[in-house]
């Protein structure tokens, strides 16, 4: 039951909830968000299993959708090579950056998310004793 | 302080560091982790606007139901039950391919870049507010809801095609990548911004410096010799007007010599109401002038375009037959954007500016025509007396009109710019004395300062025309830019027919031995305090045509119109000196028949007549040297031996190019720097040609041609060593004459090019680069044919070939968005044909249906 509390649960929450957001049009920094905040709400007891936990959700919504485009459109690949030309870098680069500022938003407002919870979790249980 | 304290304070500086560190990932990254976004990010753009399979849209802005088919090339084909349904159709699909376009058109138009592109935009937007096409866009748009709304509903039916593209884009998170990259969202379409793109058009034609510009010459180097390198007709002019004859209009003709009428010095008080020669105003003038300049960014032209046509009795098919390519800023994407229409009024097809709902060259089933510039000076320069807030005009002092605009600029707030407006017309000079502007677009078809033009009616009635007499009825409301029309049709009819507002003064105009004359146009900057505004426009009766001349052909590539009797003394004739004029004629003259194969071939030539004639009498002048080093030698070895074709792959364009590019500064530079003369505003070739003709051993070659010739091979071989190497086989054209198709971002990724071209500025295969040696290296072809058209009679209908440079889609991650490139940089065309129903049209690859909601 640890693993699916701790780690299957809140993985499987933050892909629902930052599909949606993709399907609904919405962009990488809310969907970095989103992914973040049931996994935050969800939290396990230790703080390193959150952090995979979101590691593997943000790594999941964001790679995934790219994989697929590269290799279902060989258009992708010229776009891309465009736009490394562009930025001056090459596009496994280009997206590695990318990838890993999405992964790395997401991280951290998991982290903040998750510290602000403890805080207000702290100062209820304060005033209810 | 407990545990518990430290961990709560602990807990709070994590939370606040990962909130820092989001906010700068975030900021650090900007547009980049957008473009690369997995789901709303670039690879949105693949494809997009690549309509494919059956689409069908619910719609209010359709009477009934429109079914616009694309073939191969994502060219629409649009059957609809009325032009207005059509026009919906098109602003859809223009939008749909072409919306970045559109709004950077607008905005450029309308002076709003800076809301988008921030400071580096709001000099052009001051320009464009002072110009002031929006003012007039507007005032012409009402007028045309008020007084053709047939025309109107089309515009405004265009609009909503937009409009619904934009909503659907948006909503689908499908705006073109450009919104994207800089951040911001269209606004909705109005029918003024179609207008105000047609002024824009009309004003880039049409914005002659060249007054300016002479009075600038005159007052450094004199007058006299101003007239002698800009005379008023250029020099090989006189055989080749497009209008064949000697230009009086039936009985009417001008009743003053013209050759005295040329030699007058139109710079004097007596023409323009103002001593140049009063030191106290020079220097204010001076100022103003280069103020201009500096604002406009003008510099002298170097495009043109061509058009001909060529009657059954000079046919090899016995039917008509046209050709016409308008020489325009290449881009990409490209200014054309290609369509079909066909609704009862009319079956048309062509090249469409995206913004505007009509075909603008093209053919239907009953005429085919072509335009090309004509270059007769419709702005003149007034120079104002201000003193406060009033302007002195007809003895009274006045008060200056103040239009205040406020020019939004993106990171750094509002710009308010005070236009001041006199009886002549903006005031556009930004220091020294007060100059103001009066053009055609501005004053109006009524001349009184309106701005209401009447091109959407004319080229709407174009667009419907069923033979060349409803072609040329519909001119009558060509009011500006003017253009060279030629045309066709299926009746094997021919012609060229030239309309547009001309203004002519003629109160002021008393000549030294006290005759009156109709003037067009002006040398110089103008008296603004009453006396020399303009008395009116050229009747429509009196605008030169030749139809079915005798001869069988005719040809309007920008030279001079008409001949020296014409009712008019054109004054600003600002026209193309004439080489490809000269060509054509050549050409045109050169054979009984002319085939269809034939017109093509004739668009894609590299014969340059200024090298033909003025190489032999240059290698004349140097041959007598002894002292030429091997280089030098070889090169003019060359040049015997070539056939004065401009091809990329040969050596003797580039050494032809160097040399004569040398002899410009040879003969102008230190004249030009002795007289204190900073602007580059050297002759055109004709001139030169000219001087090298008739004046070999004048102040302008420093006494001997063979000397100022020698010096300069010497120079252009010596800087073309420097570049290229010893290796003269290796100094092929196409290394230094190179095509670049540049995207408005800048981005070379996203352009064509530099690719090797052939061809010259005074070519018909017009590929322009200037005749400065400073600039090899760095300079690259950006005009040229922007649409080729060939359009003849067979079987009793129009068929028709065409191509431009670039594609359909401005996405450059679309399979259109280059797609005719190489077959027009072949020389190569697209058939284009009429299709009656969308079950006929060829190669369909995608079809939409609008239908009314209702």
Do not use: C
Not at chain 2, 22 to 40: E, H, K, N, Q, R
Not at chain 2, 585 to 598: I, T
């Amino acid at each position: 039951m640890g693993l699916v509390r701790d780690n299957i649960y809140p993985i499987i929450s933050g892909i629902i909830v930052g599909a949606a957001g993709g399907a609904l049009g919405l962009n990488w920094l809310w969907i970095s968000i989103l992914i973040a905040i049931p996994q935050a709400l969800l939290s396990p007891s230790k703080t390193w299993l959150g952090v995979i936990n979101n590691l593997v959700a943000s790594s999941a919504i964001f790679i995934t959708p790219i994989i697929a485009s590269i290799t279902t459109d060989p258009k992708a690949i010229n776009m891309l090579d465009t736009f490394a030309s562009i930025a001056g870098i090459s596009w496994i680069t280009l997206i590695a950056i990318s990838i890993t500022a999405y992964i790395a938003t997401s991280l951290l407002t998991y982290i903040a998310t998750t510290y602000i919870k403890k805080i207000i979790l702290e100062i209820y249980a304060r005033e209810k004793s | 302080m407990g545990s518990r304290e430290m961990v709560f304070i602990r807990e709070t500086m994590l939370i606040v560091l990962s909130i820092v560190l989001m906010f700068l990932i975030i900021t650090s990254l900007g547009s980049v982790a957008s473009l690369i976004d997995p789901y709303t990010g670039v690879w949105r753009e693949i494809g997009r606007g690549d309509f494919r399979g059956s689409i069908e849209i619910r719609v209010d802005g359709v009477g009934n139901k429109v079914t616009v088919v694309f073939d191969e090339h994502m060219v629409p084909h649009i059957f609809a039950d009325s032009y207005r349904d059509a026009a919906f159709a098109l602003g859809y699909v223009h939008a749909y391919h072409r919306l970045w376009q559109m709004d950077i058109q607008r905005r450029l138009a309308e002076g709003r870049l800076s809301e988008i592109l921030g400071n580096s935009t709001l000099k052009q937007d001051i320009y464009m507010r002072i110009v002031g096409l929006y003012r007039s866009a507007v005032n012409t748009t009402e007028w045309i809801r008020r007084t053709y709304p047939e025309v109107y509903s089309i515009l405004y039916a265009y609009s909503a095609g937009v409009n619904r593209a934009i909503e659907e884009m948006r909503s689908n998170n499908k705006l073109p990548l450009m919104f994207k990259l800089l951040g911001y969202e269209p606004e909705p379409w109005r029918p003024e911004d179609s207008i105000a793109w047609a002024k824009y058009m009309a004003w880039s034609l049409t914005d002659f410096f060249e007054p300016l510009r002479l009075t600038y010459l005159a007052m450094k180097l004199g007058s006299r010799d101003t007239n002698t390198l800009f005379p008023v007709d250029p020099y090989y002019s006189d055989n080749i007007t497009v209008i064949p004859g000697d230009g009086s209009i039936g009985n009417t003709r001008i009743n003053i010599d013209p050759s005295y009428l040329r030699s007058l010095d139109w710079f004097s008080p007596w023409a323009t109401g103002i001593d140049l020669g009063d030191n106290a105003l020079a220097q204010q003038i001076l100022d103003a002038i280069e103020s201009i300049l500096d604002l406009s960014g003008e510099k002298p032209r170097e495009i043109g375009s061509n058009n001909w046509v060529v009657g059954p009795s000079r046919s090899a098919t016995g039917g008509a037959m046209l050709a016409d390519d308008p020489h325009l800023s290449l881009n990409i994407p490209a200014i054309w954007y290609e369509a079909h229409i066909k609704t009862p009024e009319a079956n048309v097809r062509g090249v469409t500016l995206p913004g505007i709902p009509f075909i603008i060259i093209g053919f239907n089933e009953y005429v085919a025509w072509g335009l090309t510039n004509t270059q007769i000076g419709v702005m003149d320069f007034y120079l104002e007396k201000i003193v406060g807030d009033k302007y002195l005009y007809k003895g009274e002092w006045r008060p200056l009109k103040i239009v205040e605009e406020s020019i939004r600029v993106r990171g750094y707030g509002v710009y308010l710019l005070k236009v001041n407006i006199t009886a002549n017309g903006p005031i556009i000079s930004t220091r020294g004395a007060p100059i103001s502007f009066r053009w055609v677009g501005n004053a109006g078809y009524m001349n009184d300062d309106s701005g209401v033009t009447r091109e959407a009616i004319a080229i709407y009635l174009v667009n419907k025309a069923r033979g060349y007499e409803d072609l040329v009825n519909a001119l009558r409301y060509w009011d500006v830019p003017s253009q060279n029309w030629a045309f066709i049709d299926i009746r094997n009819n021919y012609g060229i027919v030239i309309p547009g507002l001309f203004p002519y003064r003629s109160v002021s105009v008393r000549l030294p031995n006290g005759d009156v004359v109709k003037v067009i146009g002006s040398r110089s900057i103008l008296n603004g305090s009453g006396g020399y505004e303009w008395e009116g426009y050229v009747p429509y009766e009196l605008i030169p045509r030749t139809i079915n001349p005798e001869r069988g052909w005719a040809a309007a590539p920008n030279q001079r119109s008409v001949g020296p009797f014409y009712p008019y003394f054109i004054l600003g004739g600002w026209w193309d000196p004439g080489a490809r004029a000269q060509r054509i004629y050549q050409l045109l003259s050169s054979k009984d028949r002319h085939s269809v194969e034939d017109m093509m071939r004739y668009q894609a030539d590299i014969y340059l007549w200024y090298a033909a004639s003025s190489l032999p009498v240059l290698l004349k002048a140097v041959e007598g040297y002894k002292d030429l080093d091997p280089l030098e030698a070889k090169a003019l070895e060359i040049l015997r031996s070539w056939d004065y074709r401009m091809d990329k792959d040969l050596v003797a364009p580039t050494i032809w190019w160097a040399w004569f590019s040398s002899l410009y500064d040879e003969v102008f530079s230190k004249i030009y720097l002795d007289h204190g003369i900073r602007l580059r505003l050297y002759p055109s070739e004709d001139t030169l040609l000219w001087l090298i003709h008739s004046m070999p051993s004048s102040k302008w070659f420093g006494g001997s041609l063979g000397d100022a010739a020698r010096k300069a091979l010497s120079k252009a071989i010596s800087i073309l060593r420097a570049s290229y190497g010893d290796d003269i086989n290796t100094w092929v054209w196409g290394r230094i004459h190179m095509l670049y198709i540049a995207h408005p971002s800048g981005l070379k990724p996203l352009s064509i090019g530099p690719v090797p071209e052939d061809g010259g500025s005074a070519t018909l295969m017009n590929a322009p680069i200037p005749y400065d040696l400073k600039s090899l290296g760095r300079t690259y072809v950006r005009t040229g044919p922007s649409w080729r058209i060939v359009a003849y009679v067979e079987g009793g209908s129009i068929k028709a070939y065409g191509i431009y440079p670039g594609g359909q889609s401005e996405n450059p991650f679309s399979d259109y968005y280059k797609s005719f490139f190489n077959t027009w940089y072949r020389y190569e065309y697209r058939q284009l044909d009429l299709p009656e129903t969308p079950q006929t049209v060829g190669g369909i690859v995608a079809m939409i249906i609008v239908m009314p909601s209702r």
